[in-house]
Nanobody, 124 residues
Framework: QVQLVESGGGLVQAGAPLRLSCAAS????????MGWFRQYPGKEREFVAA????????SYADSVKGRFTISRDNARNTVYLQMNSLKHEDTAVYYC?????????????????WGQGTQVTVSS
């Protein structure tokens, strides 16, 4: 079993950068595919970004492509989401997730482990 804890969220002005972190504990000796999702109030959770087990492949939602960067540091059991040029529309609760499936996974149902979420608020 793997436990995931997000951190780094907060209140920032539009155009500012922010970096989210997701620390994994438990059976971290196994490499997992990792993803970031976000959820607006009253809306379903949506895909943001994903990175493969070895970090060699990444995928992004069209709404964040070119602004967000997902990366991982397996030695520290941590995955990051660098968020640049933040917009008010990026305001949401951000979740990290882990999957044992190989490849780039953007489907929420294929992720077995989830963090508690961290709030990102971008003022306009």
């Amino acid at each position: 079993q793997v436990q995931l804890v997000e951190s780094g969220g907060g209140l920032v002005q539009a155009g500012a950068p922010l970096r989210l972190s997701c620390a994994a504990s438990g059976r971290t000796s196994r490499n997992y595919g990792m993803g970031w999702f976000r959820q607006y109030p009253g809306k379903e959770r949506e895909f943001v970004a994903a990175i493969s087990q070895n970090g060699g492949m990444t995928s992004y939602a069209d709404s964040v492509k070119g602004r967000f960067t997902i990366s991982r540091d397996n030695a520290r059991n941590t995955v990051y989401l660098q968020m640049n040029s933040l917009k008010h529309e990026d305001t949401a609760v951000y979740y990290c997730a882990a999957t044992t499936f190989s490849g780039i996974i953007s489907t929420m149902a294929l992720y077995q482990y989830w963090g508690q979420g961290t709030q990102v608020t971008v003022s306009s």
